[in-house]
């Protein structure tokens, strides 16, 4: 089966899902894992709920935490390093076009 909230797979019975936390029972929607082929939309919306779960269980989780600041970081840096490197290759060119000029005269 699977659960109504966050379309996770069951395979035990249970009260309570294991990915989420979502109250299953007499009450509770799930679907059963073989009903046959999932349409795209529900398929969509499933991929789109167990990443969403990923991401919950991940940003639980205080080492997950600080690798993810750290990739933040490095992409932060990775975007301005090339701007910045440019930047400094056109002024210390440019320094140097103009050192030549002055030395010539």
């Known amino acids: 089966m699977r659960c109504a909230e966050c379309r ?3 395979e035990k019975p249970s009260s309570f899902c294991p990915h ?5 029972g007499a009450g509770a929607r799930t679907r ?5 082929p999932v349409p795209a939309r529900e398929a969509f ?5 167990d990443l969403m779960g990923t991401g919950r269980r991940i940003a639980g989780n205080d080492m997950a935490r600080k690798v993810g ?10 975007a301005i ?11 210390v060119g440019g320094g140097i076009v103009a050192w030549q000029q002055w030395k010539k005269r």
């Open 32 to 36: 059963s894992a073989s009903l046959g």
């Open 20 to 24: 989420c936390g979502a109250k299953l």
């Open 81 to 91: 390093i090339p701007a910045v490197s440019i930047g400094l290759g056109a002024l």
């Open 8 to 10: 996770g797979e069951i």
């Open 45 to 49: 919306s499933e991929a789109a709920s």
């Open 69 to 78: 600041a750290g990739a933040a970081i490095g992409a932060v840096a990775g």
